[in-house]
């Protein structure tokens, strides 16, 4: 091989040295890039973190403020009464008769025959049985030995009931008779039930000469009413009794409670006929 020149040797030896400085200058450059991307990475991440932590403090602020607005909406709010409502059946399906006494000379009866009792008719009358017969209420007074009967209808399952004497005892017999001789059945009355027995209160009061006033007590209030009965014209003969009723509206007679005792009733006719 050929010697190389002084000159060949020389350019060999700017170009390795020109190659090392380019290197050098492209490894400083990318490392310099290289750290400014890990600089700008790393502030994003502190910025991200700084924005979270701050979320985190207005989350814990308002969770507070929160807190204390329930705590104060305890104190200030008031309890809640629950108010319980049961509406009652029409009809309970049984065959049955029940009397109550509303006042001492009004009485509250009410009643129901069951569907199977209502079939035993019908198998043993007829299917129109129903149409071809009333519902009447025979009203026994027990203590005075009478009884009387009043008609109803089918219309209604229950009745407000005048009687004429009161502290006696009472039942009500529930039946049906035919409505005409059409009807084709032999029994002019066909027994359905019989009601409880009850004693209607006293309507009288036995004053004696040493009263001067009564008390009287609503029921619904529960107040209790003092009034005086030495002014009463009724009263002068000491030790009879006395209507209470006519006491009543000489005792309130600037407040005309004449109609007071007025059990008029649509479902049940007039109480009084």
């Not at 006293?202 to 009263?211: P, W």
């Not at 003092?226 to 005792?251: E, H, R, V």
Request: glycine letters at 2%.
């Amino acid at each position: 091989m050929p010697r190389k020149t002084k000159e060949q040797n020389k350019l060999e030896k700017e170009t390795k040295e020109a190659k090392k400085i380019t290197k050098t200058k492209t490894t400083t450059s990318s490392k310099k890039s290289i750290a400014k991307k890990t600089k700008k990475i790393k502030n994003t991440n502190t910025k991200i973190e700084s924005a979270t932590q701050n979320i985190k403090k207005s989350t814990k602020k308002g969770t507070k403020k929160t807190n204390k607005g329930n705590t104060s909406n305890k104190k200030t709010s008031k309890k809640v009464e629950l108010v319980e409502y049961y509406d009652l059946p029409y009809r309970y399906n049984q065959t049955i008769v029940k009397v109550l006494a509303q006042t001492p000379t009004n009485l509250f009866i009410y009643w129901d025959i069951s569907d199977k009792d209502r079939k035993n008719f019908e198998e043993k009358y007829g299917k129109n049985f129903f149409e071809i017969t009333k519902p009447v209420l025979i009203v026994y007074n027990d203590t005075l030995g009478y009884n009387f009967e009043v008609e109803i209808n089918d219309f209604a399952n229950s009745w407000y009931l005048h009687v004429s004497d009161s502290k006696c005892d009472y039942r009500i017999e529930l039946g049906r008779r035919p409505i005409s001789e059409k009807a084709n059945i032999k029994d002019p009355y066909i027994y359905v039930s019989s009601s409880n027995k009850i004693e209607s209160p006293n309507d009288k009061i036995l004053f004696d000469s040493t009263q001067d006033f009564v008390f009287l007590k609503n029921v619904k209030t529960s107040i209790k009413t003092k009034k005086s009965i030495s002014n009463i014209s009724f009263l002068k003969n000491m030790g009879k009794f006395y209507d209470i009723y006519d006491l009543y509206k000489a005792l309130y007679n600037k407040e005309h409670v004449d109609n007071i005792y007025d059990f008029y009733n649509p479902s049940s006719g007039n109480p009084t006929s």
